[in-house]
């Protein structure tokens, strides 16, 4: 796998990190900053809901750094396109049932980094 590709892969799952983060640790406090279309008073009643979304993206980032450190490079681009197809997946419907940025700012740099692996 190409360095670029190993770049690229990194950002997405420092991205989903950070989704884990503000969805399963900072929900009431930083949320209403980041989500800014949804009414102030979700947020507490959303809490639980939020944090186990949270959780599946620390799965996905966790997918996508195991991905890094697999030696076979045949396992690695593997498991690479695999959690990034579920990162492009996930994109994708936030954007069509919640709020269209959700594929900008999630899909889009996994399509990056898969076109990446795929090239490399």
């Not at 950002?11 to 980041?34: D, S």
């Not at 949270?54 to 681009?77: E, H, K």
């Not at 994109?91 to 709020?99: D, F, P």
Request: aromatic content about 14%.
């Amino acid at each position: 796998m190409s360095i670029v590709a190993k770049i690229l892969i990194a950002v997405v799952a420092i991205e989903h990190l950070y989704i884990l983060w503000l969805e399963m640790f900072a929900w009431t406090t930083r949320g209403p900053k980041v989500f800014r279309s949804l009414p102030a008073s979700l947020f507490v009643p959303t809490k639980a809901l939020a944090a186990n979304q949270g959780l599946y993206n620390g799965f996905l980032s966790a997918g996508l750094f195991w991905s890094l450190l697999i030696a076979d490079v045949s396992w690695s681009v593997n498991v690479a396109l695999f959690f990034l197809g579920c990162v492009i997946v996930a994109g994708i419907y936030g954007a069509l049932s919640a709020q269209r940025s959700i594929f900008y700012v999630q899909a889009l740099p996994a399509l990056l980094a898969l076109a990446a692996v795929l090239v490399g």
